[in-house]
């Protein structure tokens, strides 16, 4: 069976959560395209070109424990907004979509650029603060010395970059199902995705 769940929204929105909620209860595969492009970013702060970095990516690179400081963050955005670097990974994500077994792969077009096709889509989002707060979080739980303040500073930053590039920027696809988390847990939001899914999968 194929089925390819496609989930976008905005960083710290929760996305990621509720696509492993999605894959532990389906048994899907699960893509965080985010990782692709912080490998990439990791690799430019090493001192590889962007374009070099996403067409020789490996798979080591995208298991590196380095990728989710607040510097990768920052420079993975901006390397997304290089047409080449996006399409040098386009090939990778689209063949994971269409595996048998089920895919969902989370990111910020994958609804609209990516899985155009894909029987279910979600946009997941929430304001700015609660997404800067829990970021902030997880963050200081990891050890980083950032303020609530300067992250908010970044996520919005990081906002404006990924809704207002040229090539494929992040919004919502016509017809993807809006999930706004500012006010739910993980619980409660990892819910009303799956009874979206359930209710497209059908009789499948």
């Not at 494929?168 to 500012?182: E, G, Q, R, Y």
């Amino acid at each position: 069976m194929k089925f390819t769940v496609a989930i976008d929204g905005p960083a710290a929105a929760g996305k990621g959560t509720v696509a492993r909620a999605i894959a532990a209860e389906f048994g899907f595969a699960h893509l965080d395209t985010g990782l692709l492009y912080r490998a990439v970013g990791r690799r430019v702060l090493d001192g590889v070109p962007p374009e070099v970095a996403a067409s020789t990516l490996r798979h080591g690179d995208v298991l590196r424990d380095d990728l989710r400081t607040p510097e990768v963050s920052r420079v993975s955005s901006e390397v997304a907004a290089v047409p080449k670097v996006r399409q040098a990974l386009v090939a990778f994500q689209r063949e994971f979509a269409v595996q048998d077994g089920g895919a969902v792969l989370d990111g910020r077009d994958i609804g609209t650029v990516i899985c155009p096709d894909a029987e279910a889509k979600l946009f997941v989002t929430a304001s700015d603060v609660a997404r800067a707060h829990r970021r902030w979080l997880e963050l200081t739980a990891a050890g980083h010395d950032v303020t609530e303040d300067g992250v908010l500073e970044d996520i919005r930053e990081r906002d404006a970059r990924d809704a207002g590039r040229s090539d494929a920027p992040m919004k919502a696809a016509s017809d993807a199902v809006i999930l706004n988390t500012s006010a739910l847990d993980v619980d409660e939001a990892s819910a009303i995705a799956l009874e979206e899914v359930r209710t497209r999968l059908g009789g499948r």
